[in-house]
């Protein structure tokens, strides 16, 4: 995670360039043991005491209702912020913002546009900061996935991935994680709509430590080929519902997920998804909610890998 530059002691997670594989490891053990201790009814009151803000600049069901409710879980409290409802709307900046919630604030959460703005905010917030997606990284998804796959394959390191679709905020935190913790993965994107060039080169750097191969391809066969799990994500993520005719004659029906895609994955390949998905477009609802799926671990999980994040990051692991 990111030591912030105006407070030696803070870290921030605003994408998955932040974290180690020891960090992503360390992180995956704890979200464990917190899962465990939750459905045993031995959960601890970690973070009693403790408050997190969340800014949203756009919708979420599954990032505010698990960041709420983990925080309740841990003996702390969440403050929801629509960004139309604070003074930001009316041109209060970032970084007075930022200033302000540090003086009641232990963690900031925030959901926004461009990235830009949970760095600024991160960098003028004395507390920690935590990208709840922007429109470039998704990093609390991608520990959740990481925990799901762990879960279901019992190992990470050796694995084979592929991504179908756009290389979005989930494509471009997924290649860092796959690469950080030994995963090989493909993504299978259309001339355009692929992950960010930095991100990829990044993520092969990362995967020649790990033994981890990186790459990008415009052919949804290559990449689903051998592989033990197949993600995809919706074709036109928040923002860019204008662009809706244009993507779907893109992507429709060459990156779709579906029962073809499926068999050329390992027999026993898991299906993910960040969700929220839309049946019939960048997945099947035979692939969905057929026996291959996992994504109501992958959903459930964002709230047990968020609560280790909150812990380390409030330094109460
Ligand atoms: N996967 C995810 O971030 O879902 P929400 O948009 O519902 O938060
Ligand atoms: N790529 C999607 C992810 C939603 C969780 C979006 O940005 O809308």
Redesign the pocket.
Known sequence: MKTSKTSSSKRDLLSMHELSGRDIDAILKLASKLKQEQKSGRARPLLRGKTLGMIFQK??????VSFEVGMYQLGGDAVYLSASDIQIARGETIEDTAKTLSGYLDCIMARVYDHADVQKLATHASVPVING?SDAY?PC?ILADLLTIKERKKKLAGLKMAWLGDGDNVCNDLLLGAAKTGISMTAACPAGYEPLEDVVMAAKSEGKKTGADIAVTSDPAVAAKGADVIATDTFISIGKEGEQATREAIFMPRYQVNAGVMRLAKKDAIFMH???AKRGQEVTAEVIDGPQSVVWQEAEN?LHAQKAVLCMLMKKA
Do not use: I
Request: proline letters at 15%; hydrophobic letters at 15%; glycine letters at 0%.
């Open positions: 919708p979420s069901t599954r990032t505010r997606l998704h998804q960040c969700l929220p964002r």
